[in-house]
């Protein structure tokens, strides 16, 4: 049945590119030169396409193929080139349904298989995506160690989330083996070791601050890289790896095997790993069972694995017990109750966490975030502040407050004050400059903007906002030349995310 509706979606989306091409044209090929444009080949497209895709011109590159796909609709390379590009935008969805059609047109290709396993990683469809990794592994040659390295990485993260502890080792295990510089696969083989083997799996850790100087990650997916280290940097590696030796150096001095087990639960959910907390939470749970940190630690481990009624039986049932409410139960019912979009609910155990002292960056910025989705702004904003008071460094949280207060309060003087906090603490984040620039522009400071949007934008090239921004800054100074050619640029990046309809419309208003 499913195979029958990709077939099915497939052809429409034939028939809807068809009707597409008249607007994806005027992005790349001007009226006046149509009589060009119809005696390039299919393979011509496919080169423009990869031309524009080098220059960061997304919305352009999708036009290429789209035009390369109307002339071979059967041809798989446009069609993985287009799921590349969704891959690259996280619209997994149309990246999958691409990808899917170009499997059908070339079975057994192994880049298809591995990007497929990919998108399905990052939507937590953890069996689908060993299933594909594995197909990719057998159509891979036995030679090609890099490339089978990087799809052991990604299956290793599925066996990871499935609980196939012996599988993701290896699998990791043989992704070290093909680049010892791949520091995630590494971390996520030295956490897996340590569960049988506490000094060995120590040992892996330790090496990660020694590489993490030399070869930074990779994260292109132009050259193929996992999606799943995405998240991933260095600096933040190292931190966690770091976090975990000092856990296993405790572990290791604690004579209780309950105690033991605690602490590697505590430690599998600090690095975010609920699969591997599971086991040692459920035990403590089962033999001690009114430990209160380890039912609503067991709660937030279903949680993470998604098993939403297991995670609010342990979290409520946690806050019963011991001598009252516990703040960090409280909190965690709070994720649970945000995920299910029940925001009053969310927003009254984030309070009652705060009451009972659980007064961290985290619990304000989680209640900014709830009250925030229950539109009640000026709360949201009052969270935020209280979190900053925590954390002054924290990006997260100072970008949140200044888009609430320009978005939603329209106190442009007050974002522009808290942005401008942050830039002097930390010079370096383009967005924070984006948001600066934006504020500016609202408040009709339009040099002082510019500055501030030049400055994002040497920061991050590829940041489609102040692309945006831009263009509305060009468009009051009335220079519309340059407004409509950083408009296009918003739009190149972005494609088709929540830039693109502004940057679209506004080209229109532009070219009327």
């Known amino acids: 049945m499913r195979s029958l509706v990709y077939k099915l979606t497939g052809v429409l989306l034939l028939i809807a590119l068809g009707i597409g091409l008249s607007w994806v044209g005027r992005f790349v090929f001007p009226a ?95 069996e689908d995506a060993r299933d594909y990794l594995s197909k990719a592994l057998d ?67 330790e090496q990660i601050s020694t590489l993490q100087s030399a070869s930074p990650l990779a994260l292109s997916i132009a050259i193929n890289v996992p999606l799943a280290l995405s998240f991933a940097n260095d600096v933040s590696l190292v931190a966690k790896s770091q976090t975990a030796l000092v856990h296993l150096d405790e ?28 086991p040692y939470l459920k035990g403590v749970a089962e033999e001690q069972t009114d430990y209160q940190s380890a039912h609503y630690y067991l709660g937030y481990s279903y ?56 007064t961290t960056f985290d619990a304000y910025y989680s209640l900014g975030h709830v009250l925030r989705s229950s539109a009640e702004y000026s709360k949201a904003a009052k969270a935020y502040r209280k979190a900053l008071e925590v954390d002054s460094t924290s990006l997260s949280a100072r970008r949140s407050l200044v888009y609430v207060l320009l978005q939603y309060l329209k106190d442009g003087e007050g974002a522009i004050a808290v942005a401008t906090e942050g830039i002097q ?11 600066l620039g934006w504020a500016l522009v609202e408040n009709n400071s339009l040099e002082q903007a510019e500055t ?44 088709e995310g929540d830039i693109a309809p502004l940057a679209d419309k506004a080209l229109d208003r532009l070219f009327k």
């Open 251 to 278: 572990i290791e001095n604690t004579p209780d095997q309950m105690t033991k087990d605690m602490m590697y639960g505590v430690m599998y959910i600090e690095q975010a790993l609920p699969s591997l907390a599971l």
């Open 139 to 205: 159509q891979l040659p036995a030679d090609a160690l890099t490339e089978r390295g990087k799809v052991e990485a990604e299956r290793g993260v599925a066996f990871l989330w499935l609980s196939l502890f012996p599988e993701a080792e290896a699998s990791f295990s043989a992704a070290v083996s093909a680049d010892a510089a791949d520091l995630l696969s590494l971390h996520y083989f030295g956490l897996l070791v340590a569960r049988r083997d506490l000094k060995e799996g120590r040992r892996l850790l």
């Open 32 to 126: 006046a030169k149509s009589d060009a444009v119809e005696q390039l080949t299919y393979y011509d497209y496919i080169e423009q396409g990869d031309q524009l895709y080098g220059e960061q011109k997304y919305s352009q590159a999708l036009a290429a193929y789209e035009q390369a796909v109307q002339i071979d609709p059967l041809d798989p390379l446009a069609r993985i080139r287009i799921g590349q590009l969704y891959q690259l935008k996280n619209r997994y969805s149309e990246a999958e349904q691409e990808l899917k059609f170009a499997d059908q047109l070339d079975p057994g290709n192994p880049e298809i298989l591995y990007r497929l396993g990919v998108i399905y990683n990052e939507l937590r469809y953890w």
């Open 425 to 435: 603490i930390n010079d370096g984040d383009a967005q924070l400059h984006n948001l």
């Open 452 to 495: 501030e949007l030049n400055r994002a934008i040497e920061l991050d090239p590829s940041l489609a906002a102040a692309y945006l921004n831009l263009g509305a800054l060009y468009e009051k100074k009335n220079l519309t030349s340059q407004s409509k050619e950083v408009y296009q640029r918003a739009l190149d990046l972005d494609m």
């Open 303 to 358: 949680f993470l694995l998604g098993d939403i009624s297991r995670a609010l039986e342990e979290l409520e049932s946690s806050v019963e017990l011991g001598s009252g409410p516990d703040g960090l139960s409280l909190y965690y019912l709070g994720q649970v109750y945000a995920y299910q979009q029940e925001w009053a609910k969310a927003v009254r155990a984030y309070e009652q966490s705060i009451d009972l002292g659980l």
